[in-house]
Each structure stands twice: as structure tokens, then as C-alpha cells.
């Protein structure tokens, strides 16, 4: 048997509008997985769902993932009409550019509030026995290689990217009792998303150019993240737990 199928796991995936949230949703769905995604945006999730195999498997859920309080009703839901859940993959995030100089304290706390503390309030709730599958359940934040190397004008995004690693170590630790495996996966530039595309607006020729070099393998694709969210959602990653999977075209490398 293919120890990479998904077959009727239940999985859910935050920022599944777009991205590598999307790419995952359908990725997933090839490989046999019940899929939950959640965004803000219905008619984006619309768009993901359309392009997925087996439709009528999948579900979408309308959820600000900063709004702590409904995280367990919408757990919770799922659960309820589908059975516990297998997996999580937290895709939403938030990426600023902004100088140290001209950052607010409240810029902080958003971009906490949704690249981090969303991710370990859910967590929090699938861990939970009445929610969780009794055979065990993967929990994979998507962290940016941003959160092991640095850059400028970038500190809040690179402190909250590197504390979802730093808190996927803690978490694999406190939840291997309970069979839950909690991992983070650190891409470099992925070339089809919003956010790289909106950058490379802003570039120079030359800029564009440093920038590709930096990776010595080029951009990555959404793609590859979502396989190697398959890995770890898997059997085949069943023996993984408190990692950081860097998947980054070797930009770390140097």
C-alpha cells in the first residue's frame, strides 16, 4: 500500500484561499483526504474547492482565524458531522515589510495574533481527545526559512515565523503521549503566490535578479510545499515529530 495516500483522513488547512494553502487543499484531495478550509474569504475558498478532486468530500468554513473564541465551534462542527480530526496544516499568515523604525506595537500583536497564536489555539483544541483521532494526528505549521535566517526589514515576520518552529519542537514534545505529531515546514520564495508576485512588482531588473540567485535551485512552487505536507501528514511520516522541514531550493545553504 501507498504509505502517502491520505484516504479519508479528516484534514483541516487555515489560508486555503490561495497560496500554498490552496495548493495543499488540492493536493490533499488528490490523495484521498476529507478537507476543511478555512479563510476569511468564501468566494476564494469557492475558487480552491472548484479545483479540487471529489468536491463533495470537502468543506468550507468562513473563519478569521483571529477570532480565538469561535476556533473549538468550528473544531468542533467538523468533527461533529464528519468525525476527529487527522491532520492540521496552519497556512494562514500575514508577511509585512516594514523598518524596525517605523514598526508599532500593535503591528506586533496582529501579526502574532494570526501567524502564531491561531496556530497554537487550534492545536490547543485538536489535541484534545473528543477531537482527535484515536490512531493519532499531524500538526504542521508553515513556518518561511525567514524564521532561521533573518532579513531586513522583516522582524516581525521573521519573529513570529520563527517562534511557530520553536513552538512545534515544544508541542511534539508535550503531545507524542497522545500521538501527536506537531512539525514545522520553512520554504524559501515560492514563485506562484500573491505575496511573491507583489514583491517582484516592486523590484528593479536587478533586484529580481539577486534575489533568484539567492536560491540555487530557483523559486520554489506551491507545489512542493504541499508535498512535502503530504509527507508529513502520511504514514510515511509517521516517525517525524519536532522538525523543521526546510524546503528551500537551498537558500539556507550558503
Keep these: 500500500m501507498n504509505p502517502f495516500l491520505l484516504e479519508n483522513k479528516n484534514i483541516i488547512i487555515t489560508g486555503a484561499s490561495s497560496?500554498?494553502?490552496?495548493?495543499?487543499?488540492?493536493?490533499?484531495?488528490?490523495?484521498?483526504?476529507?478537507?476543511?478550509l478555512i479563510a476569511r474569504n468564501k468566494e476564494r475558498l469557492d475558487e480552491t474547492l472548484f479545483q479540487m478532486?471529489?468536491?463533495?468530500?470537502?468543506?468550507?468554513?468562513?473563519?478569521?482565524?483571529?477570532?480565538?473564541?469561535?476556533?473549538e465551534k468550528t473544531i468542533q462542527s467538523i468533527v461533529n458531522k464528519?468525525?476527529?480530526?487527522?491532520?492540521?496544516?496552519?497556512?494562514?499568515?500575514?508577511?509585512?515589510?516594514m523598518p524596525t523604525i517605523a514598526m508599532k506595537a500593535l503591528i506586533y500583536q496582529e501579526m502574532y495574533s494570526v501567524n502564531v497564536i491561531s496556530a497554537f489555539e487550534f492545536t490547543k483544541h485538536?489535541?484534545?481527545?473528543?477531537?482527535?483521532?484515536?490512531?493519532?494526528?499531524?500538526?504542521?505549521f508553515i513556518s518561511s526559512v525567514m524564521g532561521i535566517v533573518g532579513e531586513v526589514a522583516h522582524l516581525s515576520y521573521c519573529a513570529t515565523k520563527g517562534a511557530l518552529i520553536a513552538g512545534a519542537k515544544a508541542l511534539a514534545?508535550?503531545?507524542?503521549?497522545?500521538?501527536?505529531?506537531?512539525n514545522a515546514i520553512s520554504p524559501a520564495q515560492i514563485e506562484?503566490?500573491?505575496?511573491?508576485?507583489k514583491m517582484l512588482d516592486?523590484?528593479?531588473?536587478?533586484?529580481?535578479?539577486?534575489?533568484?540567485?539567492?536560491?540555487?535551485?530557483?523559486?520554489g512552487q506551491t507545489e512542493d510545499v504541499a508535498n512535502a505536507c503530504i509527507y508529513l501528514l502520511s504514514d510515511a511520516g509517521r516517525w517525524v515529530t519536532g522538525t523543521n522541514l526546510i524546503v528551500d531550493g537551498g537558500y539556507s545553504a550558503k
Design 53 to 71: 478532486q471529489d468536491r463533495d468530500k470537502h468543506e468550507i468554513l468562513v473563519l478569521d482565524v483571529t477570532n480565538f473564541d469561535e476556533i
Design 82 to 97: 464528519h468525525g476527529k480530526i487527522d491532520g492540521f496544516i496552519h497556512c494562514a499568515g500575514s508577511e509585512l515589510t
Design 202 to 219: 516592486n523590484f528593479t531588473d536587478e533586484n529580481r535578479k539577486n534575489k533568484l540567485s539567492m536560491h540555487p535551485l530557483g523559486y
Design 126 to 140: 485538536i489535541s484534545k481527545k473528543k477531537y482527535c483521532s484515536e490512531l493519532g494526528c499531524s500538526i504542521i
Design 192 to 197: 506562484n503566490t500573491l505575496i511573491t508576485q
Design 19 to 36: 497560496g500554498i494553502g490552496r495548493q495543499t487543499a488540492i493536493s490533499c484531495s488528490r490523495m484521498g483526504a476529507n478537507v476543511f
Design 173 to 182: 514534545l508535550e503531545l507524542a503521549s497522545k500521538k501527536i505529531r506537531v
